[in-house]
């Protein structure tokens, strides 16, 4: 059974820094591309960021380009978001999921190609 876990949300201000983890229970991370999602309050789950299995295709949606990295290493099965410059509109509870099927090149942003998913991190900015 495979099992996500997300870590290292909080309370900050605008304009400070989080970085999240995403630890897989196997060596998945490995073989198969990881995405996070947020849901803010009263919100839909929207796409953030997704890297690919080999670290090489990475993509963001585009209120996080130039604010957010992610990062896998997988000899320690985890992922990572990296969020600087965070604004209350970031104020979310956040995801991380495995890509399971489909064409992750053209669907990476797509929640239904997505399982596995941790229970998330509460991300709260204040003003």
């Known amino acids: 059974q495979v099992q996500l876990e997300e870590s290292g949300g909080g309370l900050v201000q605008a304009g400070e820094s989080l970085r999240l983890s995403c630890v897989a229970s196997g060596r998945i991370f490995s073989w198969w591309a990881v995405g996070w999602f947020r849901q803010g309050p009263e919100k839909e789950r929207e796409f953030v960021a997704a890297i690919g299995w080999s670290g090489s295709s990475i993509y963001y949606e585009d209120f996080a380009k130039g604010r957010f990295t992610i990062s896998k290493d997988n000899a320690k099965n985890t992922v990572e978001l990296l969020m600087n410059n965070l604004k209350p509109e970031d104020t979310a509870v956040y995801y991380c999921?495995?890509?399971?099927?489909?064409?992750?090149?053209?669907?990476?942003?797509?929640?239904?190609?997505?399982?596995?998913w941790g229970q998330g991190t509460q991300v709260t900015v204040s003003s």
């Open positions: 999921a495995v890509y399971i099927w489909g064409d992750f090149q053209r669907d990476y942003d797509v929640r239904g190609r997505y399982g596995y």
